[in-house]
């Protein structure tokens, strides 16, 4: 049995045979016994899903399963907001802990003559003319602003 066959078998019995395939039909089912048995599974199969076992389902069948499925109690999953939040609550306590012992940590090895802020922070010492200094370059690598040489008119 190839695939021609069972073309040929469905198509028998829905009635789309000419009259030469039918005769084909006929003469191999004479003729032939997996063709025949073939061709008796098809039509028990079709009879089958002709007498309506897949129409038992009748009209609304998708609504009243719904509504079905709705009135279940089912629990409601907690959404990502509510699992974010407990996650948050229990771990912000750490950070904040960890933030002091950061800062004590770096005010204790803090150089002298360092900013009370730098220190707790980590923070490297920047005077007016060095922030000015890095200003300026970070707008020349930007392309920001142009300083050429001279006055040029």
Do not use: K, Q
């Given at each position: 049995m190839n695939e021609r066959d069972h073309i040929l078998i469905l198509r028998s019995i829905a009635g789309e045979t000419t009259?030469?395939?039918?005769?084909?039909?006929?003469?191999?089912?004479?003729?032939?016994?997996?063709?025949?048995?073939?061709?008796?599974r098809t039509e028990n199969l079709g009879g089958a899903l002709q007498q309506g076992a897949w129409n038992s389902f009748g009209p609304s069948f998708?609504?009243?399963?719904?509504?079905?499925?709705?009135?279940?109690?089912?629990?409601?999953?907690?959404?990502?907001?509510?699992?974010?939040?407990?996650?948050?609550?229990?771990?912000?306590?750490?950070?904040?802990?960890?933030?002091?012992?950061?800062?004590?940590?770096?005010?204790?090895?803090?150089?002298?003559?360092?900013?009370?802020?730098?220190?707790?922070?980590?923070?490297?010492?920047?005077?007016?003319a060095e922030g000015y200094s890095l200003l300026l370059a970070e707008l020349e690598d930007a392309g920001g602003l142009d300083l050429g040489e001279g006055g040029e008119e």
């Open positions: 009259p030469a395939e039918e005769a084909e039909v006929e003469r191999r089912r004479a003729e032939n016994r997996p063709f025949a048995e073939e061709y008796r998708a609504d009243r399963v719904l509504e079905r499925l709705g009135s279940a109690s089912t629990p409601a999953l907690p959404s990502i907001a509510d699992l974010m939040g407990g996650l948050f609550a229990r771990f912000a306590p750490l950070g904040v802990a960890l933030a002091i012992v950061i800062g004590a940590w770096n005010l204790s090895t803090a150089e002298e003559g360092v900013s009370t802020v730098e220190a707790a922070l980590g923070l490297e010492p920047v005077d007016l």
